[in-house]
Structure formats: structure tokens, C-alpha cells
């Protein structure tokens, strides 16, 4: 007879798997967005918008959820939400004083903690 609870574990542990790769996905679809707009900064800067609200979004989403992950350690946890913090306060600069700088931070977040989230594959 098979244990329910190893049951539940086992899909606990997918869930958790399928739930960083989406984030991973997300931050790298995120990051590709705002680069594409560096990349080409004097033709595409006032296309910055729509990437932006999208990164601020998502960092919204994974702000609530390190919120509510109380299986995370304390500075872990912290340490993400000063992350999110950083970003929605670059974004609000970023609408009224655009520039390329703070914009490669973003993307530069998003990287990395991607990275993180795939175990520095």
C-alpha cells in the first residue's frame, strides 16, 4: 500500500519544481524585454513602458509569494523582498527619468535571480 503522504510530497515537490521554472521563464522573458530596449535605447525607449509594468507585475507576484513562504529563511526571505523594493522603486523612477542604467539593473536582477532559481545551471 502506498503512503498518502509520500504522495502528497512527491507532488509538493513537483509543484514547487513546475512553480520555478514558470518564475525562471518569467524573469528571463521579463529581462529579454527590457534589453531589447537598451539594446537600441534611442529607437526604443519610448517602448519601455510595456516591458516595465510587465517586470513590475511580475515582481508584485513574486513579492506576495515570498510573503507568504514562511518555509524560507528569514534573511532569504528579506533579502527578496529589498530586491522587490529596489525594483518597484527603479520602475517609478525609471516613468519619469528613463535612462539605460537603471534599466540594465533590472534586467540584471531578473538574471540573476533566474539563475538562482535554476541552482546556477
Same mark, same amino acid.
Given at each position: 500500500?502506498?503512503?498518502?503522504?509520500?504522495?502528497?510530497?512527491?507532488?509538493?515537490?513537483?509543484?514547487? *519544481?513546475?512553480?520555478?521554472?514558470?518564475?525562471?521563464? =518569467? &524573469?528571463?522573458?521579463?529581462?529579454?524585454? #527590457?534589453? %531589447? +530596449?537598451?539594446?537600441?535605447?534611442?529607437?526604443?525607449?519610448?517602448?519601455?513602458?510595456?516591458?516595465?509594468?510587465?517586470?513590475?507585475?511580475?515582481?508584485?507576484?513574486?513579492?506576495?509569494?515570498?510573503?507568504?513562504?514562511?518555509?524560507?529563511?528569514? *534573511?532569504?526571505?528579506?533579502?527578496?523582498?529589498?530586491l =522587490? &523594493?529596489?525594483?518597484?522603486?527603479?520602475? #517609478?523612477? %525609471? +516613468?519619469t527619468?528613463?535612462?539605460p542604467k537603471?534599466?540594465?539593473?533590472?534586467?540584471?536582477?531578473?538574471?540573476?535571480?533566474?539563475?538562482?532559481?535554476?541552482?546556477?545551471?
Amino acid at each position: 500500500m502506498t503512503n498518502p503522504y509520500d504522495q502528497n510530497s512527491q507532488a509538493s515537490a513537483a509543484g514547487s *519544481e513546475s512553480a520555478r521554472r514558470n518564475e525562471r521563464t =518569467a &524573469l528571463l522573458a521579463t529581462a529579454r524585454d #527590457l534589453r %531589447l +530596449v537598451v539594446d537600441d535605447w534611442d529607437n526604443m525607449k519610448e517602448q519601455l513602458d510595456a516591458p516595465l509594468e510587465r517586470n513590475q507585475m511580475l515582481w508584485a507576484v513574486l513579492s506576495t509569494e515570498v510573503t507568504e513562504n514562511t518555509s524560507l529563511p528569514d *534573511e532569504l526571505r528579506q533579502n527578496l523582498l529589498n530586491l =522587490a &523594493l529596489f525594483v518597484f522603486q527603479t520602475s #517609478l523612477k %525609471l +516613468v519619469t527619468q528613463p535612462n539605460p542604467k537603471d534599466v540594465m539593473a533590472l534586467v540584471n536582477i531578473n538574471l540573476s535571480l533566474a539563475e538562482g532559481l535554476s541552482g546556477g545551471q
